[in-house]
């Protein structure tokens, strides 16, 4: 499972102690990716920031995956993209 973030621009502090991954044999489209704290795990639509699966958390805790992900975007972008160009050159 690939860790887009935290990463070197981004710290798990700033992620709220969430990781955000994709599945390593996951489809790349629609982009999309996973929030991920202790057992639960939610997914995002990342061109309309909507959650496509809740996972069990809370309202309270996908306002603020939906925050993270706002504020987050343009490294989350970089990252996405990065990890799906290494895939297409294996």
């Known amino acids: 499972m690939p860790t887009l973030l935290p990463n070197q621009e981004v710290s798990r502090e700033q992620l709220k102690g969430y990781t955000i991954f994709v599945w390593a044999h996951d489809h790349p489209f629609p982009p999309h990716v996973h929030f991920r704290k202790g057992t639960q795990h939610s997914a995002w639509d990342l061109r309309t920031q909507l959650c496509i699966h809740k996972g069990g958390f809370s309202s309270s805790q996908l306002r603020e995956q939906r925050t993270i992900l706002a504020e987050h975007m343009d490294a989350l972008w970089?990252?996405?993209?990065?990890?799906?160009?290494r895939q297409a050159e294996q």
């Open 78 to 85: 970089r990252s996405w993209h990065a990890h799906w160009r």
